[in-house]
């Protein structure tokens, strides 16, 4: 492998994951620079330009820095840019526990099967569900996770008929997260309830613990 790739990075920081199944572990954050799609309550809108150019090689000095098995590769969209599948498996090769967050419009099927793979799928609200790149659903497996970040009724709906399809991977856990500010986390709590939803409600913790002047 070439440590002397290069990929553009928004930042590099240390603090408690705030999602998944990993929630309140320390972690390193990748974030890359860039995204092809424009969600309406995306949070991390300061990502879709600019950036500094990283070697790998500097990337994994840096993280080593920290000291923490665990890295989560975020953006923006990290697969947008072609070296991500690289980063990951060097990230990997280095021992670390490495999850990919993602927007589930590109094909994650070229990630290194060591990789969680945290697999957005878009409801309505977002203005992206046209984006969803459906054949993921069957290259998904236990190791990976699918959110559905839900900003009303409808997309709650709309992500319970999503899990009723065919091929749709029921061995892969199942994330139901509101959109902060938008969807109160008690009433999807009692929509879930009702339902027995096949899923985990996720609170975004970093947020609670430091709100949005430290959204992460
Ligand atoms: S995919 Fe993620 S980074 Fe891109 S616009 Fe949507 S929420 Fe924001």
């Known amino acids: 492998m070439d440590t002397r790739i290069e990929l553009r990075l928004t930042e590099i920081f240390f603090s408690l994951q ?3 199944s990993r929630t309140g572990l320390p972690t390193v954050f990748i974030r890359l620079a860039g995204c092809p799609l424009r969600c309406g309550w995306c949070d991390t809108p300061y990502s879709f330009t ?22 989560t590769v975020t953006g923006g969209e990290p697969l947008a840019q072609k070296h991500c599948l690289v980063l990951l498996e060097a990230l990997c090769d280095a021992g670390y526990d490495v999850s990919l967050e993602t927007s589930g419009a590109l094909d994650v099927a070229g990630v290194d099967p060591r990789v969680s793979r945290i697999m957005d799928i878009k409801p309505p609200a ?5 984006r969803n790149h459906w054949e993921n659903l069957s290259v998904l497996n236990r190791n990976d996770e699918i959110k559905f970040v839900l900003a009303d009724r409808e997309d709650y709906e709309w992500s319970l008929a999503v899990m009723r399809r065919d091929d749709f991977p029921r ?7 509101p959109v902060h500010g938008k969807l109160d986390a008690r009433v999807l ?8 939803a096949a899923a985990r409600l996720q609170i975004q913790l970093h947020k609670h613990l430091w709100g949005e002047e430290r959204a992460r």
């Open 189 to 196: 709590a009692e929509w879930m309830l009702a339902d027995k």
């Open 50 to 71: 600019g950036g500094e150019t990283w070697k790998i090689a500097d990337i994994l000095d840096k993280v080593a820095s920290y000291g923490t098995p665990y890295v």
């Open 18 to 20: 705030g999602e998944t």
């Open 171 to 177: 061995e892969v856990p199942v994330l139901f997260s």
């Open 126 to 130: 977002s203005g992206e569900s046209d």
